[in-house]
């Protein structure tokens, strides 16, 4: 790949795996909350620019001869950044220690500073969009008893 095309593409992919794993790892039912938040974006953005800028450091230091990458055996256009950036996002899993105040534990790290910043504003952004979504819902439906006398599936669970 050319010099701008392998740090794009790392940057497209590191960005796309980092938003999957936080969907479907904390918001799996509710990501439609999360489409407008530029918060969520940011994450995103942030591990692609991190793996944008280790490719191109690998690429300069490969260039200089500082570095010998070997290839896995075969040559799939992609295949080395796909594996550089699932790379980059486990080694910024790594956690150093874990603090402990109450009863959370927060894990210290080198993801901690977009846990710090980040991902507190997509939960926030997150609650508030949830809690709109059952304001909405539940301004609709005002009488218990008739939503429960309406509702089949209701009848069947609803305690006596």
Request: aromatic content about 10%; proline content about 2%; overall charge positive.
């Amino acid at each position: 790949m050319d010099t701008l095309g392998a740090p794009a593409l790392a940057f497209v992919v590191a960005a796309f795996f980092s938003l999957l794993e936080l969907v479907t790892s904390q918001f799996p039912q509710t990501f439609s909350f999360l489409r407008r938040s530029g918060s969520f974006y940011a994450y995103g953005v942030a591990y692609g620019t991190l793996a944008l800028l280790a490719t191109i450091g690998i690429n300069k230091l490969s260039a200089a001869n500082a570095i010998k990458l070997k290839e896995l055996g075969y040559r799939i256009l992609g295949s080395e950044l796909l594996l550089s950036a699932i790379s980059l996002k486990a080694l910024l899993h790594i956690r150093l220690f874990n603090v402990t105040a109450w009863a959370e534990t927060f894990p210290v790290g080198v993801e901690t500073l977009l846990q710090l910043l980040a991902l507190r504003r997509i939960n926030i952004q997150h609650w508030n969009a949830t809690q709109a979504f059952i304001a909405t819902r539940a301004s609709q439906y005002t009488d218990l008893e008739s939503v429960r006398k309406s509702c089949a599936v209701c009848r069947v669970t609803s305690p006596k």
